[in-house]
């Protein structure tokens, strides 16, 4: 299992624990040659899994995750399901706990059988469910934006990776004339690998990193580190906190007399769902970088927006993470029907260059690293609560999450 900072802490369920867990029920359905966990296609539904935390500090963010995946099966069901098998969604709680995390997709997969997994939200999630699905050959779509340097044969990343999301971030605040940076993040994986590449960045683009700090996931104190910022007089800060964190930590910001116009705060992890929560006399001016906006414009946007609406209530924000899981189901649809078949060798096999039209725009599968081809936005918070897109990339951008591109990034992996 791993800790908060995402690092192992236990061994390996024993082999004879793991053939003994794979001897637990019939596999049943087309997949019977795929050796791992086998989906049940035997009915006329299939399961698909939900796994996400809808309790504890990241619920904040993540129950708005489930929602969205729950409204595209919805959709799809409608529109008379997949390969003519309506689906059958079973959620779990990963309740804001790494271990629990990786024993509810042993769950869903061995158990309940399902055909794919949707969900995830920090990278330390990510990482104790990866061996699972891994030794298990099963499927895991991840939504939300993440620190790049991975790629694994049984992970779909729909959610951006570092050139998509950080990079632009930086090129941002480049293009703006801010020449030094005070970073803030949460205590575990992501934050402190995404830090790493952007002192790489740093220092290859007459960038000054004038400190760098983190608190535990889910700490309400933010007083001396906000103090810290404020005594680097950093031209801006680049927060990579998660969860419910940002409420104190922007509630601090704004106490100490801090304003989006005096020294700027790119978020990568506060959406439209977020910034209704932490209030947005906290936030109004302050930047984002993401993919996606309630505000993106496009049909497909409009039909999703109202979709969620409709069903959640109109005062229910759209957000990136969530349309990136929205999509995700969408993409797996595609991937399945081009295979004509659930088996997870065929579907990962049919999954280079299957595109999709989503709220976001147009976005393809990189089938070589299993990552989305993706635009690039950087987005400034009202006073409405909703995001208003300052600047995009143009065109969806190539996935590149080894920075293979980019030379200040050789060494990083």
Known sequence: MFDIRGRWKGALLPLAAVLALSACGSRTGENESTSGAVADTSGDTVKVGLLNSLSGTMAISE?????????????????????????????????????TFAEKAEKLIREDKVAAV??????????????????????????VQYEGLEQSPYIFYTGATTNQQIVPGLDYLKSQGKTSVYLVGSDYVFPRTANKIIKAYAAANGMTVLGEDYAPLGSTEFGTIV?????SKASAV?????????????????????????????????????????GTQYLDGQLTAWNYYQTTPGAANDKFVKAYKAKYG???????????AYVSVYLWKAMVEKAGSFDVAAVKSASDGVTFEAPEGLVTVDGATQHIYKTARIGKVGGD???TEVWNSGEPVKPDPYLKGYPWATGLS
């Open 63 to 99: 129950v708005t995750v489930r929602d969205s995946i729950k409204l595209a099966v919805e959709e799809i069901n409608a529109s008379g399901g997949v390969l003519g098998k309506k689906l059958e969604p079973i959620s779990e709680d990963g309740a804001s706990d790494w271990p």
């Open 118 to 143: 949707f969900g995830c939200w920090t990278s330390a999630s990510r990482k104790a469910v990866k061996p699972v699905f891994e030794e298990n050959k099963a499927l895991l779509f991840y939504p």
């Open 227 to 231: 103090n810290k910022v404020k005594a």
């Open 238 to 278: 680049f927060n990579t906190l998660n969860g419910d964190s940002n409420v104190a930590f922007f509630k601090e910001y704004k106490s100490a007399g801090l304003t989006a116009a005096s020294m700027p705060v790119v978020s990568v992890s506060i959406a439209e769902e977020e910034v209704k929560s932490i």
């Open 314 to 324: 109109q005062d229910k924000p759209t957000s990136d993470p969530m349309e990136a």
């Open 385 to 387: 609560g909703l995001i």
